[in-house]
């Protein structure tokens, strides 16, 4: 599974920010999905998760009510749309693929690159 990560920008706090991630799998829609974040100096965080059918979602509860992740099995990609965004967002954000809907790291198998996201105050 390769999985690219694109949308990354800068946006001034309270702005708005959508990242993408596509996925070379033939069984997309079999595995969970996740967002992850790290900012310099700190270990990566979960950031929300979503299982196969998009019927389950975990959320960081940093991010909950400003961020939304959805996914469309017929892309093959997974979306995470960023509202309201402040300076403490600022991190690379990386998306995952696994097979257990888990805020951890470990539950997941493979990553793509990241892309920066910078929230300017």
């Known amino acids: 599974v390769q999985l690219q990560a694109s949308g990354g920008g800068l946006v001034q706090a309270g702005g708005s920010l959508g990242l993408s991630c596509a996925a070379s799998a033939r069984t997309f829609s079999m595995l969970v999905m996740g967002w992850f974040r790290q900012a310099p100096g700190k270990e990566r965080e979960f950031v929300c998760s979503i299982s196969g059918s998009g019927g389950n979602i975990y959320y960081a509860d940093s991010v909950k009510g400003r961020f939304t992740v959805s996914r469309d099995s017929a892309k093959n990609t997974v979306y995470l749309q960023m509202n309201s965004l402040k300076p403490e967002d600022t991190a690379v954000y990386y998306c995952?693929?696994?097979?257990?809907?888990?805020?951890?790291?470990?539950?997941?198998?493979?990553w793509g690159q990241g892309t920066q996201v910078t929230v300017s105050s």
């Open positions: 995952a693929a696994g097979s257990v809907l888990s805020r951890s790291t470990r539950n997941y198998n493979y």
